[in-house]
């Protein structure tokens, strides 16, 4: 099945599109690919893609606008965001609109091919018993609908998002780390020794919606030196 997976390059820098291409289709993939922003969003929009490798800097419409476009219409669609080597601010803007991850330039073909097939292997949609957490008395995590309700109001989240709580209420007993965080969530092997920031700034993302003040968590708290712990009232 997942070589069958069908993946869209959307990338304007020659070399590197054609060079994803061949790589992908080497390993068994099937490819699109479009070659400015505003191609690339209208085949993310209209096809049906496993995952969507995305760049950052794109003729006519750039990254950012595209992933949030996606996200918009679909929350579980996976992104890979393509960002430029060092650019810290391309990766936390990548992940805050809601891509699953990151690959900084240039990367090594290795690494990329096992980034992509971990957030593959991921994707596959997995049915939850469960439908709310309740953090306390007006904050409801909704998992079905992939939701937050704070009293009237109701903030979004992504896939990627509510399988980190789920994970976490799961394990409430305990603080989590954030290796196990990518192995169990985002389906990275533990000897890949990935050096990503993708957990942490989840974490942060996740915190901006259901915290009362993000720097002072009271529900999803950090435990010094040993993980990320979700406090909640129960589970239904
Ligand atoms: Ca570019």
Redesign the pocket.
């Known amino acids: 099945m997942e070589k069958s997976a069908s993946i869209l390059i959307v ?3 020659v070399a ?1 599109r054609v060079g994803l291409v061949d790589v992908l289709i080497y390993h068994g993939y099937q490819v699109d690919y479009a070659e400015e922003g505003l191609s690339g969003l209208e085949k993310a929009l209209t096809g049906k893609y496993d995952l969507i490798l995305l ?5 006519n419409i750039d ?1 950012f606008n595209i992933c949030t476009k996606i996200r918009k219409q679909d929350k579980a669609q996976p992104i890979i965001m ?1 960002t430029a080597k060092s650019a810290d601010e391309d990766i936390i803007n990548g992940l805050t609109l809601g891509a699953d991850d990151y690959v900084s330039k240039p990367f090594s073909v290795a690494q990329l091919i096992l980034r992509v097939k971990a957030v593959l292997r991921r994707s596959v949609p997995e049915t939850t018993e469960q439908t709310f957490i309740q953090l306390n008395g007006n904050r409801r995590i909704d998992l079905q609908n992939l939701c937050i309700q704070i009293g009237k109001e109701n903030i979004p989240f992504t896939k990627r998002e509510i399988e980190v709580l789920e994970y976490l209420q799961r394990h409430n007993q305990r603080p989590v780390t954030r290796e196990e965080l990518l192995s169990s969530v985002w389906g990275y092997s533990e000897e890949m020794e990935i050096e990503t920031r993708t957990v942490d700034i989840h974490i942060a993302r996740i915190r901006r919606k259901i915290e009362k003040d993000s720097k002072n968590p009271q529900f999803l708290i950090t435990v010094r030196g040993a993980g990320y712990r979700l406090i909640c009232d129960s589970v239904s």
Do not use: Q, S
Request: charged share 35%; no cysteine; net charge negative.
């Open positions: 990338e304007d820098e590197i760049d950052v800097m794109l003729p990254g393509l």
